[in-house]
């Protein structure tokens, strides 16, 4: 075949497969030109999931006249002029291809006025072919409306699925955007349903109303708003609490300069943020505006621009990260107070239980094991003075110093009960102690004071060839971690020594645990970038089985370590380590003042 030029419909078409995949993608595109047209009211109608119909309409500024016919040809914009205008755009769109696109493989219709003109003006648009401008009435502002999507692409047709299916998609689509502008107000019609209808949030009480009503309101009762500035950079939004972690990515919200992205730095930063916090496999939830100089941020990256590129990519990675360890590594006693608000407590039934059914199973199982060793920074009573530091309770503390109040009892073993000015605090201490543990751990593998406690009599343990050989392997790692350990055969090694924190536990059982996460990690994992979770491991051989009585004051001494103890507020593997239940809430229960 001869080179030729394509007809400029085919062009437009071809470009729709970049832009236009599915409704959902056309409902971005059109609700974007209404955010960028200054819209405060932008309403979304769509029947059969938007692949019969799908409209939007708007309260903008509206084409005029004039230009309306450009408005759908192809690399006609009115947002940028120059490429130095591409370096700082603020707007969602500037590539000039959605409406083209999107008219090129539907039976399309737009209609527009402005403030100017006293009536509108109305372009159909079929198959990528114009009608001539007439005049309808129309208010100020836009309406787009898009009927039977790709009819005449049978090819792409072909892939949409069921309306039902191709609604949750644009579903999805519409509550990233009505996130991203809560000065704006939105509504979404699907056939004769109203599925949301948002007025613009102009404060924090009316934005987190709008985060739970499409979050849902167990996320908004489970996370910590954040606001923090520096170096130019502002990141503001809510965090989900560790405890309302996920099992899918599927509450990540993250914008910049109010536009959504999905971007490798950024994910990173904020898994980095969790990693301490949350257990392995789970995901984060939150909902994040990072805002910016635009001109820090290369949003012309990917034709869908879901993917940015950063001109200081580290700075930002440390920031997002930075505030994220920090609002989470945020101690009980820093916290305004362990009210229930900020406490998952049980009594909200919306929030998660702080134990699962599973749990309660383990620590059933866990008062028929023999009897534990004793963990070595909770001494008996007699041996206290011996061990000064760990969880010698402050003298002449008050109240106000003490958030997770006094202990008043134990609870089957298994759980301290405290009370404070505001109610009842109740503790998993064994949960508690191991995030102690670890910290402690953590700190002193940092420090490189991490001190090891020879055994008096070395254990032999067979074992299996691999793990003798990461024994060799990792000689210096282990050594680290507080462990001596030999190779002493094919399929034996000898534990000489094992960490002090640990120096009560069964050091066997330990070893063996963490020789096989060494193995889970693989050989080409370093243990070095695995060190916080063998800690972790670790720390749960060393913390206070669920059937040890504690005294009242080996109690106190527990809940005043937890309070100085960074992330104390979850166990490692993200659950939390206590809970409360204020007066009003007790009285709740049962139903006094009522
Ligand atoms: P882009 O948004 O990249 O500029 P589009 O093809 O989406 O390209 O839109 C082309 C132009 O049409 C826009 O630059 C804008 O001037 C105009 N336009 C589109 N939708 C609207 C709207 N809802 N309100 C006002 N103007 C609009
Ligand atoms: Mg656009």
Not at 330 to 336: G, I, L, Y
Request: charged letters at 25%; proline letters at 7%.
């Amino acid at each position: 075949m001869p080179i030729r030029q394509l007809p400029s419909t085919l062009i437009n078409q071809i470009a729709a497969g970049e832009v236009v995949e599915r409704p959902a993608s056309v409902v971005k595109e059109l609700m974007e030109n209404s955010l960028d047209a200054g819209a405060t009211r932008i309403e979304v109608t769509v029947e059969e999931g938007g692949t019969r119909r799908l409209c939007v309409r708007d309260n903008g500024q509206g084409i005029p006249a004039d230009e309306l016919p450009l408005a759908i040809a192809r690399h006609a914009t009115s947002k940028i002029a120059s490429l130095g205008d591409l370096a700082s755009v603020t707007s969602l769109g500037f590539r000039g291809e959605a409406l083209p696109s999107i008219a090129s493989v539907s039976h399309f219709t737009i209609t527009s006025r402005t403030a100017s003109s006293d009536t509108g003006v109305r372009l159909v648009v079929e198959g990528g072919r114009a009608s001539e401008p007439r005049p309808a009435a129309h208010a100020v502002g836009t309406t787009v409306d898009v009927r039977d999507l790709f009819f005449n692409v049978p090819a792409r047709r072909k892939f949409l699925r069921t309306p039902k299916t191709e609604f949750g998609h644009l579903e999805k689509v519409f509550k990233r955007i009505a996130l991203s502008h809560f000065d704006r107000g939105f509504r979404l019609t699907h056939g004769s349903r109203q599925v949301a209808d948002l007025p613009p949030a102009p404060d924090r009480e009316a934005r987190e109303r709008r985060v739970a009503d499409l979050l849902g309101p167990e996320f908004m009762a489970n996370c910590l708003h954040l606001e923090h500035s520096a170096a130019g950079l502002t990141l503001n939004g809510w965090l989900a609490l560790p405890t309302y972690s996920r099992s899918q990515a599927d509450r990540q919200y993250f914008y910049v300069n109010r536009r959504m992205i999905r971007d490798k730095v950024i994910s990173h930063a904020v898994r980095l943020g969790y990693q301490d916090v949350l257990f392995h496999g789970r995901h984060p939830a939150y909902v994040l505006f990072l805002d910016m100089d635009p001109r820090g941020v290369d949003v012309n990256a990917h034709p869908s621009k879901t993917e940015v590129r950063f001109r200081d990519s580290r700075t930002v990675h440390d920031f997002v990260f930075r505030t994220i360890e920090q609002l989470l590594a945020t101690t009980a006693s820093e916290r305004p107070a362990p009210t229930a608000v900020e406490a998952p407590a049980f009594a909200a039934s919306s929030r998660p239980l702080p134990l699962r059914v599973g749990d309660h199973v383990q620590a059933y199982e866990r008062l028929h094991e023999a009897p534990p060793p004793m963990p070595p920074d909770i001494p008996p009573q007699s041996e206290r003075r011996a061990h000064p530091p760990a969880f010698e309770p402050t003298a002449g503390a008050d109240e106000d110093d003490m958030p997770l109040g006094t202990a008043i009892a134990q609870l089957h073993s298994i759980y301290v009960l405290a009370q404070n000015r505001r109610g009842l605090i109740v503790v998993d201490m064994h949960a508690a102690h191991e995030r102690i543990t670890y910290e402690q751990m953590k700190k002193q593998v940092a420090d490189g004071s991490l001190a090891s406690q020879p055994l008096l009599i070395p254990i032999v343990m067979r074992v299996a060839s691999s793990e003798a050989d990461s024994v060799e392997q990792h000689k210096g790692d282990f050594a680290r971690l507080g462990f001596e350990l030999d190779r002493s055969g094919p399929e034996a090694v000898t534990v000489r020594a094992v960490p002090v924190l640990l120096q009560d536990v069964d050091a066997e059982a330990l070893v063996r645990d963490v020789l096989a996460d060494v193995a889970e990690h693989g050989r080409s994992a370093r243990i070095e970038r695995r060190i916080d979770e063998l800690l972790a491991t670790m720390a749960c051989h060393g913390s206070i089985r669920a059937n040890r009585s504690l005294t009242i004051d080996e109690m106190n001494a527990l809940l005043r370590t937890m309070e100085v103890t960074p992330r104390a507020d979850q166990c490692n593997h993200g659950r939390p380590t206590w809970t409360a239940l204020s007066m009003q809430e007790l009285d709740r229960l049962f139903l006094r003042g009522q």
